[in-house]
């Protein structure tokens, strides 16, 4: 199963399976002065892009909270996960992040140095706690799905 797992915001982790091989990195979205709709244009067109060349079975992303005023990125964001994967016929799975932390170093509020190195002990060097995230999905899901 090929999986693409996203920390979603303007700083997204990726991670996804694809042949048996796991790539993970960051994007970073960037906003103009009184147009954040460019914030939201540029992830889904690299969303779009991540999909055609992932080709995932499956899109695993972060639950979003709220989390002040620039929560209002983790929704739209998630909102554009799913409109993605529905013009590309993709079954989508929401996890809350206690969910995966848990899986990931058997902690449920485990810190972001707690989850990076746990995610280093299984043998990635991620440059972002974003890229650890995402990596955390990705486990937790390879985990849940069937192969």
């Known amino acids: 199963m090929q999986i693409l797992a996203l920390d979603q915001g303007t ?16 994007k970073q979205c960037h906003s103009v002065a009184g147009n954040d709709g460019v914030v939201f244009d540029e992830f889904e067109r690299w969303l779009d ?30 909102c554009l ?12 799975l ?13 902690k449920g509020n485990a810190s972001k140095d707690e989850v990076i190195a746990s995610i280093t002990g299984h043998g990635f060097k991620p440059a972002t706690d974003h890229e650890a995230d995402a990596l955390a999905l990705l486990l937790y899901s390879m985990k849940r799905q069937p192969p």
């Open 49 to 78: 892009h991540m999909v055609l060349n992932a080709a995932p079975d499956i899109i695993v992303f972060e639950t979003p909270i709220f989390r002040g005023k620039r929560s209002i990125y983790l929704h739209g964001f998630s």
């Open 11 to 26: 700083s997204s982790g990726w991670a996804f399976t694809k042949n048996g091989k796991v790539a993970y990195g960051t």
């Open 81 to 92: 996960i799913y409109l993605v994967a529905h013009r590309r016929k993709i079954p989508v």
């Open 94 to 106: 929401e996890v809350h992040l206690a969910t995966s932390k848990k899986n990931i170093t058997g």
